[in-house]
C-alpha cells in the first residue's frame, strides 16, 4: 500500500462519516430516510447523538495529515487511525448486525452494517499488509 493511496481512502472515508455525521446532527430525520429508514426515536437528540460520534469518526480520519507532513511519520499515523477506526467500525457493524437479526431494527439500517463492516475489515487488511511490507 503506498502513501498515497492510504491518503486518498482516508481522505474519502473522513468525509463520509463527516458529512453523515453533521447531517444526522443537524438534520437527523431526513438523513435517516435518505437511507430509507423511517422508524426512528421520537427525540431527535438520540440520532443527533449518534451524528456526534459518526462525525468525531470521520474527523478522527484527517488527523494524520495535521499532525505531520513527513511521509513515514504520516503513514504511520494513517495505520494507528485505520485500526482504532476498524475496531469503532467492527463493532457496529457487529452491534447493528444483531439488532437487525433480532427484528430491532428496520432494514435500512443494513447500510450501515455492510458499509462499516466492509471498510473495517477492509482497513484490518490494508494494514496487516502495510505492516508486513513495511517489517
Given at each position: 500500500?503506498?502513501?498515497?493511496f492510504?491518503?486518498?481512502?482516508?481522505?474519502?472515508a473522513g468525509?463520509c462519516?463527516?458529512?453523515t455525521g453533521?447531517l444526522?446532527l443537524f438534520?437527523?430525520?431526513?438523513?435517516?430516510?435518505?437511507?430509507?429508514?423511517?422508524?426512528?426515536p421520537?427525540?431527535?437528540?438520540?440520532?443527533?447523538?449518534?451524528?456526534?460520534?459518526?462525525?468525531s469518526?470521520?474527523?478522527?480520519y484527517?488527523?494524520p495529515?495535521?499532525?505531520?507532513?513527513d511521509a513515514?511519520e504520516?503513514?504511520?499515523?494513517?495505520?494507528?487511525v485505520?485500526?482504532?477506526?476498524a475496531?469503532?467500525?467492527?463493532?457496529?457493524?457487529?452491534?447493528?448486525?444483531?439488532?437487525?437479526l433480532?427484528?430491532?431494527?428496520?432494514?435500512?439500517?443494513s447500510?450501515?452494517?455492510?458499509?462499516?463492516?466492509?471498510?473495517?475489515?477492509?482497513?484490518?487488511?490494508l494494514v496487516?499488509?502495510w505492516?508486513k511490507?513495511?517489517?
Amino acid at each position: 500500500m503506498q502513501v498515497n493511496f492510504a491518503s486518498y481512502y482516508s481522505i474519502a472515508a473522513g468525509l463520509c462519516d463527516a458529512a453523515t455525521g453533521i447531517l444526522l446532527l443537524f438534520a437527523p430525520s431526513f438523513t435517516l430516510s435518505l437511507m430509507g429508514i423511517d422508524r426512528f426515536p421520537s427525540e431527535p437528540v438520540y440520532l443527533q447523538y449518534i451524528g456526534a460520534f459518526v462525525l468525531s469518526v470521520g474527523v478522527s480520519y484527517f488527523l494524520p495529515f495535521l499532525l505531520t507532513q513527513d511521509a513515514k511519520e504520516r503513514r504511520l499515523a494513517i495505520e494507528i487511525v485505520w485500526s482504532a477506526t476498524a475496531i469503532v467500525r467492527l463493532v457496529v457493524a457487529s452491534f447493528v448486525t444483531l439488532q437487525l437479526l433480532r427484528g430491532n431494527l428496520v432494514g435500512g439500517w443494513s447500510l450501515v452494517a455492510c458499509t462499516d463492516g466492509l471498510l473495517g475489515v477492509l482497513q484490518v487488511v490494508l494494514v496487516n499488509h502495510w505492516r508486513k511490507k513495511n517489517a
